[in-house]
Protein backbone atom coordinates (compact mmCIF):
# COMPACT_ATOMS: atom_id res chain seq x y z
CA UNK A 1 0.00 0.00 0.00
CA UNK A 2 2.87 2.62 0.96
CA UNK A 3 4.41 1.77 -2.50
CA UNK A 4 1.13 2.80 -4.16
CA UNK A 5 1.08 6.34 -2.05
CA UNK A 6 5.00 6.81 -2.42
CA UNK A 7 5.11 6.23 -6.33
CA UNK A 8 2.74 8.84 -7.75
CA UNK A 9 4.63 11.30 -6.05
CA UNK A 10 7.93 10.34 -7.34
CA UNK A 11 6.54 10.39 -10.67
CA UNK A 12 5.46 13.89 -9.78
CA UNK A 13 8.69 14.71 -8.84
CA UNK A 14 10.50 13.19 -11.42
CA UNK A 15 8.70 15.39 -14.01
CA UNK A 16 9.32 18.34 -12.45
CA UNK A 17 12.72 17.47 -11.22
CA UNK A 18 14.61 15.28 -13.56
CA UNK A 19 16.09 16.42 -17.15
CA UNK A 20 16.42 14.29 -19.16
CA UNK A 21 16.76 11.55 -20.07
CA UNK A 22 13.71 12.39 -18.10
CA UNK A 23 13.40 14.90 -20.87
CA UNK A 24 10.81 16.87 -18.73
CA UNK A 25 12.63 19.81 -18.14
CA UNK A 26 10.39 22.93 -18.38
CA UNK A 27 11.29 23.19 -15.24
CA UNK A 28 14.95 22.32 -14.33
CA UNK A 29 16.26 21.77 -10.73
CA UNK A 30 18.46 19.75 -8.88
CA UNK A 31 17.85 15.81 -9.51
CA UNK A 32 19.37 15.44 -5.51
CA UNK A 33 16.71 12.99 -4.26
CA UNK A 34 17.14 14.65 -0.67
CA UNK A 35 16.26 18.29 -2.10
CA UNK A 36 13.28 16.28 -3.92
CA UNK A 37 11.73 15.38 -0.76
CA UNK A 38 12.36 17.87 1.21
CA UNK A 39 12.12 20.89 -1.05
CA UNK A 40 8.31 20.92 -1.67
CA UNK A 41 8.26 25.33 -2.37
CA UNK A 42 10.60 24.10 -5.13
CA UNK A 43 8.10 21.82 -6.23
CA UNK A 44 5.33 24.28 -5.96
CA UNK A 45 6.95 26.77 -7.85
CA UNK A 46 7.82 24.54 -10.79
CA UNK A 47 3.91 23.09 -10.69
CA UNK A 48 3.16 26.88 -10.67
CA UNK A 49 5.28 27.78 -13.80
CA UNK A 50 6.31 31.13 -12.38
CA UNK A 51 9.93 30.18 -12.02
CA UNK A 52 11.98 31.40 -15.05
CA UNK A 53 13.61 28.27 -16.91
CA UNK A 54 16.04 28.60 -19.57
CA UNK A 55 14.72 27.07 -23.15
CA UNK A 56 16.71 24.74 -24.62
CA UNK A 57 16.68 22.89 -28.17
CA UNK A 58 18.79 20.55 -30.14
CA UNK A 59 20.24 23.85 -32.47
CA UNK A 60 21.16 27.18 -32.62
CA UNK A 61 21.68 29.55 -30.15
CA UNK A 62 19.84 27.61 -27.65
CA UNK A 63 21.42 23.98 -28.76
CA UNK A 64 23.59 21.48 -27.09
CA UNK A 65 27.26 23.33 -27.36
CA UNK A 66 25.44 26.18 -25.65
CA UNK A 67 23.14 24.27 -22.79
CA UNK A 68 25.98 25.29 -20.04
CA UNK A 69 25.87 29.03 -20.43
CA UNK A 70 21.73 29.32 -20.74
CA UNK A 71 21.05 28.46 -17.06
CA UNK A 72 23.49 28.06 -14.03
CA UNK A 73 22.02 25.49 -13.04
CA UNK A 74 22.92 23.54 -16.23
CA UNK A 75 26.59 24.16 -15.15
CA UNK A 76 27.10 20.40 -15.91
CA UNK A 77 26.48 20.24 -19.27
CA UNK A 78 29.56 22.05 -19.81
CA UNK A 79 31.48 21.33 -16.75
CA UNK A 80 30.84 17.48 -16.10
CA UNK A 81 33.65 14.85 -17.02
CA UNK A 82 31.44 12.31 -17.14
CA UNK A 83 28.86 13.19 -19.67
CA UNK A 84 26.78 11.08 -21.86
CA UNK A 85 26.04 9.96 -24.50
CA UNK A 86 29.48 8.71 -25.56
CA UNK A 87 30.97 6.75 -28.86
CA UNK A 88 31.28 3.64 -27.40
CA UNK A 89 34.70 2.57 -29.46
CA UNK A 90 34.64 -1.59 -29.02
CA UNK A 91 38.51 -1.92 -28.75
CA UNK A 92 38.52 0.00 -26.01
CA UNK A 93 35.32 -2.05 -24.09
CA UNK A 94 36.61 -4.02 -21.24
CA UNK A 95 34.78 -7.42 -20.76
CA UNK A 96 34.36 -7.91 -17.39
CA UNK A 97 33.49 -11.34 -16.10
CA UNK A 98 33.12 -9.86 -12.97
CA UNK A 99 29.79 -7.87 -14.03
CA UNK A 100 26.80 -8.98 -13.13
CA UNK A 101 24.12 -9.58 -15.39
CA UNK A 102 21.50 -7.16 -14.85
CA UNK A 103 17.99 -8.64 -14.13
CA UNK A 104 15.09 -7.16 -16.12
CA UNK A 105 11.66 -7.62 -14.81
CA UNK A 106 9.26 -5.99 -17.06
CA UNK A 107 5.60 -7.06 -17.94
CA UNK A 108 2.88 -5.48 -19.61
CA UNK A 109 1.81 -2.73 -17.80
CA UNK A 110 -0.32 0.53 -18.36
CA UNK A 111 1.50 3.94 -19.98
CA UNK A 112 0.59 7.37 -20.50
CA UNK A 113 1.63 9.55 -23.43
CA UNK A 114 3.01 12.98 -23.68
CA UNK A 115 5.39 15.37 -26.34
CA UNK A 116 7.05 17.85 -24.62
CA UNK A 117 8.31 19.80 -26.88
CA UNK A 118 12.04 17.88 -26.95
CA UNK A 119 11.03 14.17 -27.45
CA UNK A 120 7.72 11.54 -26.86
CA UNK A 121 7.31 10.03 -23.73
CA UNK A 122 5.34 7.52 -22.13
CA UNK A 123 5.11 7.66 -18.39
CA UNK A 124 4.21 4.35 -16.04
CA UNK A 125 1.28 4.41 -14.75
CA UNK A 126 2.43 1.74 -12.27
CA UNK A 127 5.56 0.57 -10.44
CA UNK A 128 4.90 -2.39 -11.89
CA UNK A 129 8.78 -2.57 -14.20
CA UNK A 130 12.00 -2.19 -12.49
CA UNK A 131 15.47 -3.71 -12.59
CA UNK A 132 18.04 -4.52 -10.90
CA UNK A 133 22.19 -3.17 -11.20
CA UNK A 134 24.53 -3.98 -9.20
CA UNK A 135 22.37 -5.47 -6.30
CA UNK A 136 20.50 -2.22 -6.38
CA UNK A 137 16.28 -2.36 -7.70
CA UNK A 138 15.72 0.56 -10.31
CA UNK A 139 11.79 1.07 -10.80
CA UNK A 140 11.05 2.39 -14.36
CA UNK A 141 9.66 5.57 -14.67
CA UNK A 142 9.85 6.63 -18.44
CA UNK A 143 10.54 5.30 -21.93
CA UNK A 144 11.22 7.93 -24.41
CA UNK A 145 12.69 8.22 -27.85
CA UNK A 146 15.82 10.12 -29.92
CA UNK A 147 17.09 10.19 -33.65
CA UNK A 148 19.12 9.87 -34.59
CA UNK A 149 20.79 7.51 -31.64
CA UNK A 150 22.82 10.21 -29.43
CA UNK A 151 24.93 7.17 -28.54
CA UNK A 152 27.76 5.55 -31.01
CA UNK A 153 29.24 2.20 -31.81
CA UNK A 154 32.67 2.84 -33.46
CA UNK A 155 31.78 6.56 -34.25
CA UNK A 156 28.36 5.58 -36.43
CA UNK A 157 25.14 6.78 -34.92
CA UNK A 158 21.68 4.67 -35.31
CA UNK A 159 18.62 5.71 -36.94
CA UNK A 160 17.05 6.16 -33.33
CA UNK A 161 17.55 5.65 -29.79
CA UNK A 162 15.33 3.76 -26.52
CA UNK A 163 16.32 5.17 -23.81
CA UNK A 164 13.99 3.52 -20.41
CA UNK A 165 14.72 5.53 -17.31
CA UNK A 166 14.98 4.28 -14.05
CA UNK A 167 14.94 5.71 -10.62
CA UNK A 168 16.00 3.56 -7.34
CA UNK A 169 14.65 4.62 -3.82
CA UNK A 170 17.49 6.81 -2.86
CA UNK A 171 16.84 8.90 -6.31
CA UNK A 172 19.59 7.36 -8.53
CA UNK A 173 19.50 6.96 -12.12
CA UNK A 174 20.04 3.47 -14.22
CA UNK A 175 18.82 4.31 -18.04
CA UNK A 176 18.97 1.24 -20.43
CA UNK A 177 19.76 2.72 -23.94
CA UNK A 178 19.19 0.17 -26.74
CA UNK A 179 19.82 1.14 -30.62
CA UNK A 180 17.03 1.24 -33.12
CA UNK A 181 18.02 0.60 -37.11
CA UNK A 182 15.49 0.74 -39.94
CA UNK A 183 14.11 -2.74 -40.89
CA UNK A 184 10.91 -4.58 -39.69
CA UNK A 185 7.67 -2.49 -38.13
CA UNK A 186 8.04 -2.91 -34.81
CA UNK A 187 4.41 -4.41 -33.54
CA UNK A 188 5.42 -3.98 -29.83
CA UNK A 189 5.51 -0.26 -30.77
CA UNK A 190 2.59 0.04 -32.42
CA UNK A 191 0.08 1.08 -29.58
CA UNK A 192 2.70 3.39 -28.76
CA UNK A 193 2.61 4.42 -32.65
CA UNK A 194 -0.84 4.52 -33.30
CA UNK A 195 -1.14 7.77 -30.51
CA UNK A 196 2.27 9.16 -31.08
CA UNK A 197 1.63 13.12 -30.63
CA UNK A 198 2.37 15.55 -33.11
CA UNK A 199 2.60 18.52 -31.04
CA UNK A 200 3.64 19.87 -27.74
CA UNK A 201 1.00 18.31 -25.25
CA UNK A 202 -0.03 20.00 -21.76
CA UNK A 203 -1.25 16.27 -20.54
CA UNK A 204 -0.19 12.65 -20.89
CA UNK A 205 -3.27 10.43 -22.73
CA UNK A 206 -3.30 7.07 -21.34
CA UNK A 207 -1.79 4.27 -24.34
CA UNK A 208 -5.37 1.99 -24.81
CA UNK A 209 -3.17 -0.91 -24.55
CA UNK A 210 -0.67 -2.40 -22.01
CA UNK A 211 2.66 -1.86 -23.28
CA UNK A 212 5.50 -4.98 -23.00
CA UNK A 213 8.64 -3.83 -22.66
CA UNK A 214 10.03 -7.61 -22.16
CA UNK A 215 9.10 -8.11 -25.75
CA UNK A 216 11.10 -5.17 -27.45
CA UNK A 217 13.93 -5.70 -25.71
CA UNK A 218 16.54 -6.98 -27.87
CA UNK A 219 17.11 -11.43 -27.09
CA UNK A 220 20.50 -11.20 -26.94
CA UNK A 221 21.25 -8.89 -23.88
CA UNK A 222 25.25 -8.29 -24.61
CA UNK A 223 25.36 -4.79 -23.25
CA UNK A 224 27.82 -2.24 -21.86
CA UNK A 225 27.81 -0.67 -18.76
CA UNK A 226 29.50 3.24 -17.92
CA UNK A 227 28.87 6.33 -15.48
CA UNK A 228 26.89 9.24 -17.53
CA UNK A 229 24.45 11.66 -17.33
CA UNK A 230 21.14 12.76 -18.63
CA UNK A 231 21.51 13.45 -21.94
CA UNK A 232 19.67 16.63 -22.22
CA UNK A 233 19.65 19.60 -19.20
CA UNK A 234 20.51 19.70 -16.57
CA UNK A 235 22.89 17.48 -17.88
CA UNK A 236 22.58 15.59 -14.00
CA UNK A 237 25.82 13.51 -13.53
CA UNK A 238 26.00 9.84 -11.40
CA UNK A 239 23.68 7.69 -14.10
CA UNK A 240 24.53 4.20 -14.77
CA UNK A 241 24.48 3.41 -18.39
CA UNK A 242 23.42 0.00 -19.56
CA UNK A 243 23.41 0.34 -23.76
CA UNK A 244 22.99 -2.90 -25.72
CA UNK A 245 25.20 -3.92 -27.97
CA UNK A 246 22.43 -5.63 -30.43
CA UNK A 247 19.98 -3.37 -31.82
CA UNK A 248 16.27 -3.70 -32.50
CA UNK A 249 13.95 -3.11 -35.45
CA UNK A 250 11.51 -0.38 -36.58
CA UNK A 251 9.96 0.01 -40.52
CA UNK A 252 11.15 3.17 -42.46
CA UNK A 253 7.34 4.41 -41.68
CA UNK A 254 8.07 4.20 -38.04
CA UNK A 255 10.99 6.21 -37.78
CA UNK A 256 9.93 8.54 -40.24
CA UNK A 257 7.05 9.14 -38.28
CA UNK A 258 8.82 10.48 -35.11
CA UNK A 259 11.41 12.29 -37.28
CA UNK A 260 8.18 14.08 -38.80
CA UNK A 261 7.61 15.63 -35.20
CA UNK A 262 10.90 15.52 -33.81
CA UNK A 263 13.81 16.09 -37.02
CA UNK A 264 16.76 15.76 -34.52
CA UNK A 265 16.94 15.50 -31.23
CA UNK A 266 19.86 13.96 -30.09
CA UNK A 267 22.76 15.66 -28.17
CA UNK A 268 26.57 14.69 -29.71
CA UNK A 269 28.84 11.68 -28.29
CA UNK A 270 30.99 13.90 -25.60
CA UNK A 271 34.78 12.78 -24.14
CA UNK A 272 35.35 9.25 -22.40
CA UNK A 273 37.82 11.27 -20.00
CA UNK A 274 39.01 8.68 -17.30
CA UNK A 275 36.12 6.69 -17.97
CA UNK A 276 35.95 2.61 -18.88
CA UNK A 277 33.03 1.05 -20.31
CA UNK A 278 32.45 -2.66 -19.21
CA UNK A 279 30.91 -5.48 -20.90
CA UNK A 280 29.43 -8.86 -20.12
ZN1 LIG B 1 17.13 10.20 -23.57
Redesign the pocket.
Known amino acids: MKKYLVYPFLVVSLIFLLG ?2 S ?1 QTKETTTTSKKEEVTDTKENNAAESSEKPTAQWSYEGETGPEHWGELDPLFSACIQGNEQSPINIEFSQVKTSEKLENIEIQYKPTPFSIVNNGH ?1 VLANAVTPSNSIVVEGKEYKLVQF ?1 F ?1 TPS ?1 HQFNNQNFDM ?1 L ?1 L ?1 HQDATGKLA ?1 LGVMIQEGKENEKLAPVWDVLPKVETEKDTLIKEPVNLQTLLPSDQTFFQYNGSL ?2 PPCTEEVKWVVFEKPIEMSKEQIQAFQQIFPDNHRPVLHLNKREINKN
Open positions: ACETHHEEHVVTT
